[in-house]
Every structure is written in C-alpha cells, then in structure tokens.
C-alpha cells in the first residue's frame, strides 16, 4: 500500500501544483486586462469631456458628464434591487416548498405508522433520506448560482 500511496499523492501534487500555476497566470493576466480597461475608461472620458467642452463650457460639460454617471448608477441600483427582491422571493418559495414536503412527508409517515408499526424503521429511513436529498440539492443549486 505504501507504493500505491506515494503515486497517487504524486500525482495529487503535480494537478494541484499544475492548477496554482494556472490560477496564478490566470489572475496575472486578469490583472493586466483589468488595469488597461480602467486605462482606456479614463482615457475616454477625458476624451468624452474634451469633446463636450469643445461645444459647451467645461463646466456644462463636467456637469453633463456627471449627471451621466448619475443616472447610470441610479438605474444599475434599480435593477440590483429588483434582483436582489427576485432573489429572496425564490429562496422564500423555495423554503416553502421545502417545508410543505416536509409536512407532507410526516403526514404520509404518521399514517404508515398508524396502520403498520413494523415499518417504523423503513419509514424512518425513508423519510430522512427524502429530507438529506433535498438539503443535497438545494446546496448544489446555492452553490452553482
């Protein structure tokens, strides 16, 4: 067994050494992309303002500019908050729905029970394994969002 160990953590080692390697050229690289956008967003709004005060005052035009920027982000809010209100609307329908399976499971467990007590142990196990799958399932979701 010690040989078969020492491969597998071999190998276990060179994809986890490969992966850092790859994550580490990966956020060098996001880096770089990141710092020329902000770059060419600066550039372009003193491209933007130079424009504007060639036809207006540079004070219309800063005012233009910003007033720009305020209406943006006061739409981008709006849209975050109907998001964000989307959001806990699901995940309350979801806990809901969670619940009312859960009641019904306990219902239909109450009534084996009632009419069969050698079950007890089947239905047990039968009810805990519909409750594990479903936190399984929910986790997977909240996970891949």
Known sequence: MGPLTAALTALMSAD????????????????????????????????????????????????????????????????MAMLQGRDRRLAEERRRRRQMQTNLTLLAAAGILRKQPLLAVATALAIGALVGTGKRRERRRTTDD
């Not at 994550?23 to 902000?38: H, T």
């Not at 007033?67 to 709006?78: E, K, P, R, S």
Request: no cysteine; net charge positive; glycine share 8%.
């Open 16 to 79: 986890i050494g490969a992966a850092t390697a790859r994550v580490k050229r990966n956020a060098i690289l996001w880096g770089i992309i990141g710092l020329l956008l902000a770059t060419a967003y600066v550039f372009g709004l003193a491209a933007a303002f130079l424009y504007l005060s060639a036809l207006y005052s540079p004070v219309a035009a800063s005012a233009a500019i910003a007033i720009a920027f305020f209406v943006t982000a006061l739409v981008l809010f709006g849209i």
